[in-house]
């Protein structure tokens, strides 16, 4: 049994490691590390714009609040 259990594990580790070379080099790797990256670059953007958005209607309100 524990020649079956580690020739499994050693399989296994190699099939994850030829996944991982294709993902890297892989057909489409290109396109999809660039869509990855305009993906987390558009999240970013639009944490920060709300955070923006938020930011400026708290201080407009308390701007509004102390003018009366």
């Known amino acids: 049994m524990s020649l079956k259990n580690k020739?499994?594990?050693e399989l296994e580790a190699k099939i994850e490691e030829i996944e991982?070379?294709?993902h890297k080099?892989?057909?489409g790797s290109d396109y999809l590390s660039r869509a990855e990256r305009i993906?987390?670059?558009l999240n970013l953007?639009?944490?920060l714009g709300g955070t923006a958005a938020i930011?400026?209607?708290a201080?407009?309100?308390i701007?509004?609040?102390r003018g009366e």
């Open 39 to 41: 993906q987390r670059d």
């Open 20 to 22: 991982q070379l294709i």
């Open 7 to 9: 020739t499994r594990k």
């Open 25 to 27: 080099k892989g057909v």
């Open 63 to 65: 701007y509004k609040m």
């Open 45 to 47: 953007a639009l944490i």
């Open 55 to 57: 930011l400026g209607a």
């Open 59 to 61: 201080a407009w309100s």
